[in-house]
């Protein structure tokens, strides 16, 4: 049974309106037309072509579209402000360091509101807030920025040649040129140290020796800044009588002797201030008694006798002034010392000699031994009598 035409017109109409309701509701969940969403603001000096349902995206993907775009209400403030709507979902992303700017969305010249990605650290942006705006992307704006900067550059060229062109400047550089050639010849043909330093080989190497030198002296005194180091930690770590003194129980027994010994005096020296003994007296004047104007007439006595001594010795008087001032006396004396030590020696000598002969083995003679005398009286005469010659011998 073939369908009316009603049906199949009516059929064909429910299955388009079916297609184009998948259509609209997959476009619309491709750009959450049907998500919830939060209203957030931009506020830019230039949004070079953005309008309202331009995208928004947050780390390349769309979180929301462009909603509004005009002037703030309050006269005064210049700034475009751009209203937001970004998915509920997305928005907890947007924080205080996150950054709104302007973009291109194409060739074209279309653009788009992007938004960095808040740290995990920063406090989110509650709905309606307003989110910070940075510089545009666009590289039309990047072009332009670099021609403002050029601009500026050939302004200060401009400045610099027009400053180069004044004749007073002229005059300074020639003046300066001027006076680096005449500083150069001085330098080079000048009677100076610079001059002889560059020229004379005796210079350089009198410099060269006193830095050798300095060196040297800096060795030395790095040698003994290390020898002083080592004394002190010696000191300090020990053994020896300094680390003892300081650190030791024999130190403190050692300090507290020197602080009685100082106390002693100070009580000492306090007693003789105070007082009236002879120290006093003659320390500090008055009346010093019998004894003390002896001893001070005394004391005066032997000075005068030493001023007296002193200048005869510086006249020549005496044995000891000759000997000080007379060359002559000197020559006799060293004459006489020299006459005694050779005396000394000759007799050293004549010394030497006799020891030397008293070592010597002596040599002892023995007379042959006497025959047996056959006189019966065995007179003692005849047998001495041999000796008798022997010792005439």
């Known amino acids: 049974m073939a369908l009316s035409r009603e049906v199949r017109v009516g059929a064909f109409a429910f299955t388009g309106l079916l297609v184009l309701g998948l259509v609209i509701f997959l476009i619309g969940d491709a750009r959450r037309l049907f998500s919830s969403t939060d209203v957030y603001f931009a506020a830019f000096q230039e949004i070079e072509g953005l309008k309202a349902g331009s995208p928004v995206q947050m780390g390349g993907l769309e979180v929301g579209r462009v909603h509004r775009v005009d002037y703030h209400s309050d006269p005064s403030n210049n700034e475009i402000r751009v209203t937001l709507k970004i998915v509920r979902e997305e928005a907890r992303r947007i924080r205080a360091d996150s950054v709104a700017r302007v973009s291109p969305k194409g060739m074209l010249g279309d653009k788009l509101i992007t938004i960095t990605v808040g740290g995990p650290d920063q406090a989110p942006l509650p709905p309606g807030a307003t989110i910070p705006s940075g510089p545009s992307n666009d ?61 004379d080989k005796a210079e350089a190497e009198k410099l060269s020796r006193a830095i050798s030198n300095l060196e040297t002296t800096s060795d030395k005194l790095n040698q003994l800044l290390g020898s002083l180091n080592a004394a002190a930690s010696r000191v300090n770590s ?156």
């Open 139 to 199: 590289m039309f704006a990047q072009v332009r920025g670099l021609g403002e900067k050029a601009n500026h550059v050939l302004d200060n060229l401009e400045r610099t040649s027009g400053t180069f062109a004044e004749e007073s400047f002229r005059e300074d550089l020639r003046q300066s040129a001027s006076s680096v050639r005449n500083i150069l010849q001085s330098v080079d043909q000048g009677d100076g140290y610079v001059p002889r330093l560059l020229n």
């Open 238 to 393: 020990g053994p020896g009588l300094a680390h003892e003194v300081i650190y030791g129980e024999e130190g403190a027994k050692v300090a507290t002797q020197i602080g009685r010994a100082a106390d002693e005096l100070a009580l000492t020296l306090e007693g003789i201030r105070n007082g009236d003994g002879l120290a006093h007296n003659l320390l500090y004047g008055g009346e010093m008694g019998t004894d003390g104007e002896k001893i001070a007439s005394n004391v005066a006595a032997i000075t005068d006798d030493l001023r007296i001594i002193t200048r005869q010795l510086r006249e020549g008087k005496g044995t000891l002034g000759a000997l000080l001032v007379d060359p002559s006396v000197y020559e006799d004396v060293k004459v006489l010392l020299g006459n005694v030590q050779r005396n000394e020696v000759l007799r050293a000598l004549v010394r030497y000699s006799i020891q030397q002969d008293e070592q010597q083995r002596k040599v002892e003679v023995r007379d042959p031994e006497a025959p047996v005398s056959s006189n019966p009286m065995g007179s003692p005469a005849s047998a001495a009598s041999p000796k008798a010659g022997s010792a005439s011998k």
